[in-house]
């Protein structure tokens, strides 16, 4: 992998991610679809989020915390694919604003995962975004991905799990953690909750890690010292599992070689022992 962009020309691609995907318009409803999704099977989703939207929701749909809610209870399969919906609510003019520029929660969600697909790197399959268009937002727009499979570990169930393996086991999750996360950073994508948003995928001895839920995910954030030491620390210390310093030297090696930022070793590696030293995330 070559050494990553610029911060300037990173946040440029990020940018132009965001437009990732064909528009199809209906009056006021616009459909963006992902890149690899065929016409008929949008067509085919419009009909039935119409039914599923009119017969198992509420005509004012309220999202729990008053911007998004996946719908985990509600499911549906087109063409073999069982797709999950997640509706975001709009209730004040900031949504709306941000929907205006391109910047909503769920235009960055969507983008993000149809950007991450075009570079390799695993993540919940984004099908399609339906929303209004930008003088007539309306109160909700609706994502939709392909469902995880029923093999996919949540993460912070698979730390409980790190408990019971072997240490080489251990080893070999976090070197392979490590150069997932720096992929992950190499294309400029940080968010504070990257470490919650993954799941595990068993593939024989080893596994595959899905990043998914880019809600909080901005173009122009991109990887410093200060964010790329608070990745590190995330992805090795929570309170389901603590990484040992063996297991955090074998992480941060992994995330360097892959980020090609040897020069980052001393300051990552100070932050780790300094956390451990001050007792964990038991006090955090």
């Not at 132009?16 to 459909?31: E, Q, R, S």
């Not at 679809?33 to 004012?60: G, N, Y």
């Not at 790190?162 to 294309?187: D, S, V, Y």
């Not at 001895?205 to 590190?232: A, C, I, Q």
Request: with cysteine; glycine share 4%.
């Amino acid at each position: 992998m070559s050494r990553p962009d610029s911060p300037a020309i990173t946040t440029l691609k990020n940018m132009a991610a965001l437009f990732n995907g064909k528009t199809l318009a209906d009056n006021t409803n616009v459909w963006r679809v992902a890149p690899q999704i065929s016409d008929s099977f949008i067509e085919k989703l419009k009909v039935k989020w119409a039914e599923v939207r009119a017969t198992a929701l509420p005509k004012e749909f309220h999202s729990k915390n008053k911007k998004r809610e996946a719908l985990s209870d509600i499911s549906f399969i087109i063409d073999g694919i069982e797709i999950f919906p997640k509706i975001y609510t709009r209730n004040d003019y900031k949504h709306a604003l941000l929907h205006s520029f391109f910047f909503s929660e769920a235009r960055r969600n969507f983008s993000t995962m149809c950007y991450l697909m075009q570079n390799n790197i695993p993540t919940t399959e984004p099908l399609a975004l339906l929303s209004g268009n930008r003088l007539h937002p309306g109160t909700e727009t609706v994502l939709f991905t392909r469902k995880l499979e029923e093999i996919d570990i949540y993460f912070y169930d698979f730390r409980d799990m790190l408990h019971g393996f072997t240490q080489e086991k251990r080893n070999a999750f976090f070197i392979l953690f490590g150069q997932k996360m720096a992929e992950l950073h190499n294309l400029g994508i940080y968010t504070e909750d990257t470490d919650k948003n993954i799941s595990v995928r068993p593939k024989g001895e080893t596994y595959d890690l899905h990043f998914y839920d880019f809600d909080n995910f901005y173009p122009w954030r991109f990887m410093n010292l200060k964010r790329s030491k608070h990745g590190v620390l995330h992805s090795l210390f929570c309170k389901r599992y603590d990484a040992s310093l063996e297991e955090s030297e074998i992480f941060i090696e992994s995330y360097l070689i892959v980020r090609q930022r040897p020069d980052l070793k001393e300051a990552l590696r100070k932050s780790v022992t300094d956390f451990i030293a001050a007792g964990g995330s038991k006090n955090k």
